[in-house]
């Protein structure tokens, strides 16, 4: 099968579980967890949720900052980040129609991109109105700080920590729930995010090796490419709901995937009905035949492709924020490099496992104009929304010059080191709050 026909096949397949996946959703926030716990693990997780969360009752061992050191150590050189993170609880919709129960840190899933260099002091404050039905954590990967020692955030109130990000590489944050109680229902409604801890010294220049003719021999041909790249974060996670879009802790625990979503979207990132009309002439004939987010009237939700140019280094941070691995690979390309923690894992590697909670950096050079798709390679997640899609050069033959096109303002994190910027457009998993926002800080 060709690369065209086997893409229509499976959106066919999606168009078909949007269908499904519809629902309609009027029910008021819910807040707590006790969806058919005692048929999937007894009465644990009820006991646990009833004692209020668990709390280490051990002395602190973690590497925090205190509060109170900060100003002397900026003095001394340190650089300070500033994170501000708000929990609200808002409903958002999902594929397919309808709405879930979505709770958030500043209106958005994922929470916003947190970028800093390795050496910073990361101050960030959890802020829970008292408007929240429930209180809130929050756990910081790129920390060595328990989320235990955080402890919860009762509505009303506000908390701040700080620590050195020492470590570089891409590190998950989410909320840590109510000491730890109903922390899976917290993050997988959305509650989680990402920081990027750059590399004090910069990224490394990425080899690509290929192979050229010469003297009528094949020789290899090693390419250095500049660390300098334009970047994406994707996020994959899943959503486990019920019809009315309470969270389902059953189909958690079953790992029974209500959808696969990536930047919070299921299929996201695919051509809207704008592009239709660029391609085609009619916003009503698909080039992507699921495009649940398509209409202009979607505002902030609809669709949008990733574009990229052709024979420039791309740098893409992938987390996988959910409950279940990321087998995560793109469609037509090999991948050029895999980096962890500032260590290559891999060269010219066809797919990466990324397990629940762990991230990697994706580095490509795209090198022939078309159609890619970075996808979850699970087949369940490929079909129930793991899909997105990359147009490279100007495979339409539209008359664009690389770097025109705007991209997804969710998939493209805050710039770092060795950072090339691109053109924006306000897409994101949001309130419309969030979205204005967003729409002044990228100037859209
Ligand atoms: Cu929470």
Same mark, same amino acid.
């Given at each position: 099968?060709? $690369?065209?026909?086997?893409?229509?096949?499976?959106?066919?397949?999606?168009?078909?579980?949007?269908?499904?996946?519809?629902?309609?959703?009027?029910?008021? !926030?819910?807040?707590?967890?006790?969806?058919?716990?005692?048929?999937?693990?007894?009465?644990?997780?009820?006991?646990?949720?009833?004692?209020?969360?668990?709390?280490?009752?051990?002395?602190?061992?973690?590497?925090?900052?205190?509060?109170?050191?900060?100003?002397?150590?900026?003095?001394?050189?340190? *650089?300070?980040?500033?994170?501000?993170?708000?929990?609200?609880?808002?409903?958002?919709?999902?594929?397919?129609?309808?709405?879930?129960?979505?709770?958030?840190?500043?209106?958005?899933?994922?929470?916003?991109?947190?970028?800093?260099? !390795?050496?910073?002091?990361?101050?960030?404050?959890?802020?829970? =109105?008292?408007?929240?039905?429930? =209180?809130?954590?929050?756990?910081?990967?790129?920390?060595?700080?328990?989320?235990?020692?955080?402890?919860?955030?009762? @509505?009303?109130?506000?908390?701040?920590?700080?620590?050195?990000?020492?470590?570089?590489?891409?590190?998950?944050? *989410?909320?840590?729930?109510?000491?730890?109680?109903?922390?899976?229902?917290?993050?997988?409604?959305?509650?989680?995010?990402?920081?990027?801890?750059?590399?004090?010294?910069?990224?490394?220049?990425?080899?690509?090796?290929?192979?050229?003719?010469?003297?009528?021999?094949?020789?290899?041909?090693?390419?250095?490419?500049?660390?300098?790249?334009?970047?994406?974060?994707?996020?994959?996670?899943?959503?486990?709901?019920?019809?009315?879009?309470?969270?389902?802790? !059953?189909?958690?625990?079953?790992?029974?995937?209500?959808?696969?979503?990536?930047?919070?979207?299921?299929?996201?990132?695919?051509?809207?009905?704008?592009?239709?009309?660029?391609?085609?002439?009619?916003?009503?004939?698909?080039?992507?035949?699921?495009?649940? %987010?398509?209409?202009?009237?979607? $505002?902030?939700?609809?669709?949008?492709?990733?574009?990229?140019?052709?024979?420039?280094?791309?740098?893409?941070?992938?987390?996988?924020?959910?409950?279940? @691995?990321?087998?995560?690979?793109?469609?037509?390309?090999?991948?050029?490099?895999?980096?962890?923690?500032?260590?290559?894992?891999?060269?010219?590697?066809?797919? %990466?496992?990324?397990?629940?909670?762990?991230?990697?950096?994706?580095?490509?050079?795209?090198?022939? =104009?078309?159609?890619?798709?970075?996808?979850?390679?699970?087949?369940?997640?490929?079909?129930?929304?793991?899909?997105?899609?990359?147009?490279?050069?100007?495979?339409?033959?539209?008359?664009?010059?690389?770097?025109?096109?705007?991209?997804?303002?969710?998939?493209? @994190?805050?710039?770092?080191?060795?950072?090339?910027?691109? $053109?924006?457009?306000?897409?994101?998993?949001?309130?419309?709050?969030?979205?204005?926002?967003?729409?002044?800080?990228?100037?859209?």
């Amino acid at each position: 099968m060709n $690369k065209r026909n086997s893409m229509l096949s499976i959106v066919t397949v999606v168009a078909i579980a949007g269908i499904l996946f519809a629902s309609t959703y009027s029910q008021s !926030q819910m807040t707590a967890t006790k969806y058919g716990v005692s048929t999937v693990s007894g009465n644990l997780i009820q006991k646990i949720s009833d004692m209020g969360g668990i709390e280490l009752q051990m002395p602190s061992a973690f590497a925090q900052v205190p509060l109170d050191q900060i100003d002397s150590m900026v003095q001394q050189g340190r *650089h300070v980040v500033d994170v501000q993170l708000t929990a609200q609880s808002v409903d958002l919709p999902i594929m397919g129609g309808g709405k879930y129960h979505a709770m958030t840190f500043n209106g958005q899933v994922p929470s916003p991109t947190v970028r800093v260099t !390795q050496g910073d002091i990361i101050k960030m404050t959890l802020t829970v =109105p008292s408007t929240e039905p429930t =209180p809130h954590g929050n756990d910081m990967h790129a920390s060595q700080i328990s989320a235990g020692n955080f402890g919860a955030v009762k @509505p009303g109130e506000s908390k701040t920590f700080a620590y050195i990000a020492e470590v570089p590489g891409t590190f998950k944050y *989410h909320c840590s729930g109510v000491n730890v109680a109903a922390m899976d229902q917290h993050v997988l409604s959305g509650m989680y995010g990402l920081t990027i801890v750059d590399p004090l010294n910069g990224y490394k220049p990425l080899l690509v090796q290929k192979t050229k003719v010469d003297n009528g021999q094949v020789v290899l041909d090693r390419q250095i490419v500049s660390a300098d790249a334009k970047e994406f974060v994707l996020e994959y996670n899943q959503l486990y709901l019920n019809a009315d879009g309470s969270y389902n802790q !059953q189909a958690m625990f079953l790992h029974n995937t209500t959808q696969t979503v990536v930047n919070g979207f299921a299929f996201g990132y695919v051509p809207n009905a704008d592009i239709n009309k660029l391609v085609k002439g009619d916003p009503s004939k698909n080039i992507f035949v699921a495009q649940p %987010w398509n209409s202009a009237d979607l $505002k902030q939700y609809q669709s949008h492709p990733l574009f990229v140019d052709t024979g420039v280094h791309y740098r893409i941070f992938v987390e996988n924020q959910g409950n279940m @691995p990321v087998f995560f690979h793109i469609v037509g390309e090999i991948i050029d490099r895999v980096t962890q923690g500032n260590h290559i894992q891999a060269e010219g590697t066809e797919t %990466w496992n990324i397990g629940g909670s762990q991230g990697a950096i994706m580095d490509v050079v795209f090198d022939n =104009p078309g159609v890619y798709v970075p996808l979850n390679h699970d087949y369940a997640a490929i079909f129930s929304g793991g899909a997105s899609v990359v147009v490279a050069g100007d495979p339409f033959n539209l008359g664009y010059k690389p770097g025109d096109m705007p991209n997804p303002s969710d998939a493209v @994190p805050p710039l770092g080191k060795n950072s090339i910027p691109q $053109k924006e457009v306000v897409h994101c998993l949001c309130t419309d709050d969030t979205a204005a926002q967003i729409a002044k800080q990228i100037g859209g």
